[in-house]
């Protein structure tokens, strides 16, 4: 399809603002370097765009990223696509993100308008994504942000630039691209670059070929972690639970602490489809919920328990387990704004699939009732 494209086709995209655009315009230069030299400068102008000026940049990702959250939320209403499949709700929302990128650039305070969608948007967006994760299950909503945003783009750019030649690369793309990595790697944020990104739970599973010698020792140190880069292995998911089934016991020292390892494992649990551990995270978590003095831990519990009940992949027994866990969290909580904050999540979640609807009514009825007491 590329092919036949020639500079004058295909430089009209460098006035692109949607960094996807512009990451396509990379792509297709790498398609034409081949048989056309002069696509090697055009290819650097993209780059130049794309991973330019920090300011310039942060900006356009931030734009991106505020769009991205708003329209994720709201494509479903105004579309009418209760119904549609997650990746054509993906496709539809990031499109319509990279249009009101280009047209929103010029914004005096990307910063301030990206603190305003999350404000208004991020935690309907975040509970709608929960439910999403059960046919989605390997990419993290939390990913649209910025900064994982710069490391996906990157990402995509070294296996672009990696599927030539290590002596066919042109040096102004590897200067560029070396230029780029080094803050990623100081930061410690370059192993997000293998991340999968919003479309890449469609492909049937992680790519396999990741999986060499170089990553077997990250894979013995960090098995949960690396979780969210690969497919893990049955030796890390036999770890994970073993990990999981000794703590269950044990006295808690440190709630939040506890629940971001949790958090951790729930994504494990999911991208390796463990029933096993799904069970012991929803274990653990409900011995916490004990110690959960505040309110905003309450709900990252319920996160959690929510997320994990997306391991099943029947519609129907995903909406079972979902209920059964709402249900036996009221019976667990008894303040009022706990149970209040739980009646909101609730609906928003309705609001996302309405066949929650008759299955979240007996938590909501249970919650109710123990604040109509209170």
Known sequence: LFASLELSDLSPLLNAEDPFSLLLGFEICRVRIEGNAAFIELGTQFLEKLFGEP?????????YAACAIITTNEVRKSAKATNK??????????AHAG????????????????????????????????????EAPRWKPEWISPDHLMTELFGRTQNVLHSLPENLRPTPWVALFEKVSAPLIESGRILAAVFPGQFDNFHGGPVEGLRSEQFE????????????????????????????????????????????HLQIASHFALVSRSEEIADAIKGRA???LYDAKGLDLVTDLFSVI?????????????????????????FFIDETEALS?????????????????????????IAKTKIGRC
């Not at 300011?55 to 734009?63: H, K, M, P, V, Y």
């Not at 880069?229 to 006295?251: G, H, V, W």
């Not at 929510?306 to 009221?330: F, G, H, N, S």
């Not at 909101?344 to 299955?359: I, T, Y």
């Open 55 to 63: 300011e310039t940049c942060n900006a356009r990702l931030g734009i």
């Open 341 to 365: 904050k739980l009646l909101l999540v609730f609906d928003v979640l309705v609001q996302r699939d309405e066949k929650l609807a008759p299955v979240l009514a007996k938590a909501k009825a």
């Open 306 to 330: 929510a997320e994990t009940c997306a391991v099943k992949r029947d519609a129907i027994q995903y909406r079972q387990i979902l209920c059964d866990a709402a249900t036996k969290m009221c």
């Open 85 to 94: 499949p997650i990746f054509w709700i993906h496709l539809a929302a990031l």
């Open 286 to 288: 409900f011995v916490l």
């Open 217 to 260: 020792d990250i894979e013995n140190q960090l098995e949960a972690a690396f979780a969210f880069a690969m497919q893990p292995s049955e030796k890390a998911t036999k770890n994970m639970l073993r990990i999981l089934i000794s703590t269950f016991e044990q006295p808690v020292k440190d709630v939040a602490e506890e629940l971001s």
């Open 99 to 134: 249009v009101l990128t280009q047209g929103l650039i010029g914004l005096p305070d990307p910063k301030g308008f990206l603190n305003w969608a999350a404000d208004r948007f991020l935690p309907h967006y975040v509970w709608t994504c929960i439910v999403d994760r059960r």
